[in-house]
């Protein structure tokens, strides 16, 4: 059974930083690609990140390059996601998700598997 699990969020100031972690299990990700997502209250779910495991290229939204960062750890299977210099625009739900092989995409619905979520509130 394909599980991930999403932690590391929060509450935190603006300016500040968070890394969150997902922790990948259930399956081999080697030919995956590793995403994330966020959704705002009442707005659609949005792209975040992506890192294609295998050779760890990374791809990111336009307006986040330069303040967000996804890397990934095969030792421990994990994917992070680094936001610094966080905004209160950055509030969210935030999911890491998995998409079996094929081109990133950002389109959600396109993605396989999914974690729960976890909070990340940027207070002004």
């Known amino acids: 059974q394909v599980q991930l699990v999403e932690s590391g969020g929060g509450l935190v100031q603006a300016g500040g930083s968070l890394r969150l972690s997902c922790a990948a299990s259930g399956r081999t990700f080697s030919n995956d690609i590793m995403g994330w997502f966020r959704q705002a209250a009442g707005k659609e779910r949005e792209f975040v990140a992506a890192i294609r495991w295998s050779s760890g290229n990374t791809y990111y939204r336009d307006s986040l390059k330069g303040r967000f960062f996804i890397s990934r750890d095969n030792a421990k299977n994990t994917v992070y996601l680094q936001m610094n210099s966080l905004k209160p625009e950055d509030t969210a739900v935030y999911y890491c998700?998995?998409?079996?092989?094929?081109?990133?995409?950002?389109?959600?619905?396109?993605?396989?598997?999914w974690g729960q979520g976890t909070q990340v509130t940027v207070s002004s």
């Open positions: 998700t998995a998409r079996s092989g094929g081109p990133v995409v950002t389109n959600a619905t396109l993605y396989d598997y």
